[in-house]
């Protein structure tokens, strides 16, 4: 079973940022199990983030790239299946493994069907849940691998080699350009708003207003659409932000 670690035992150890593995988003509102888990996760390579609540946990989401994150269901506030089915609707693919004490089927039924990817319950094996981890983290690269080269229209999108053809014609476009791309077609014909694209692709804080994302949305329907002014691809979703329509 897992040693519970305190908080004040954790914070007297070593600083240990800048690893290789992972980053790890730890939602769970008891300080024993929080920083037992982020003691052994950063042991094995991981970066580990810790939200008491389900709020904190969505102010962590906004302003920091998550591999995963580990859920507590039983959360002050909101709970932790508000917290999932929130960043669900708001189209947040990251992988979420729930740890909770709730272990009847009626509840890991509802977990699955709010989206959760993994369902392991209190108390539990620290070996087994870092293997669970490495399992959900394994089948989230190879299915960001297998997209490598992205099709619509006449256009192909090659995100390993940076490259963008029409028509077989190479573009020539910017690096920013490119990321803005890469962020709407990863998202696969849903929205992004003007803020998400702000942080994901010139890191911008939150509250950060300019037309930036406008400007260049603009150069890259010049490059890519064949009638500019009325896009086929990258459509504008009133008040709210771009999407790519991948026909």
């Known amino acids: 079973m897992i040693e519970a670690t305190s908080k004040q035992k954790w914070d007297e150890q070593p600083d240990l940022k800048e690893r290789d593995g992972a980053s790890i988003l730890v939602v769970e509102d008891h300080d024993d199990i929080a920083y037992g888990l982020k003691n052994n996760l950063e042991f094995d390579g991981h970066n580990v983030e810790i939200a008491g609540n389900g709020l904190q946990g969505l102010e962590t989401l906004s302003r920091l790239n998550i591999d995963i994150i580990i859920l507590d269901l039983m959360l002050p506030g909101m709970n932790g299946y508000t917290?999932?089915?929130?960043?669900?609707?708001?189209?947040?693919?990251?992988?979420?493994?729930?740890?909770?004490?709730k272990g009847e089927e009626i509840d890991k039924v509802r977990g699955f069907r709010l989206g959760a990817d993994d369902y392991v319950t209190k108390p539990f094996g620290t070996m087994e849940l870092i293997a669970r981890i490495e399992a959900i983290l394994r089948r989230s690269k190879e299915k960001e691998e297998v997209r490598k080269i992205w099709?619509?229209?006449?256009?192909?999108?090659?995100?390993?080699?940076?490259?963008?053809q029409k028509a077989g014609q190479q573009l020539r476009l910017t690096p920013l350009e490119f990321e803005l791309l890469h962020a709407l077609l990863h998202r696969e014909g849903t929205v992004a708003s003007r803020k998400e694209l702000l942080k994901e692709v010139w890191d911008y804080p939150d509250e950060v207003t300019t037309r930036t994302v406008d400007t260049h949305i603009a150069e890259l329907r010049n490059k890519l659409e064949d009638t500019p002014s009325a896009p086929d691809?990258?459509?504008?979703?009133?008040?709210?932000g771009y999407k790519i329509e991948i026909l």
């Open 151 to 164: 099709s619509f229209g006449n256009i192909e999108v090659n995100i390993e080699k940076r490259t963008v």
């Open 83 to 101: 917290f999932l089915e929130t960043i669900r609707e708001r189209d947040n693919k990251v992988p979420v493994l729930i740890l909770s004490a």
């Open 233 to 240: 691809y990258i459509l504008t979703v009133p008040k709210i």
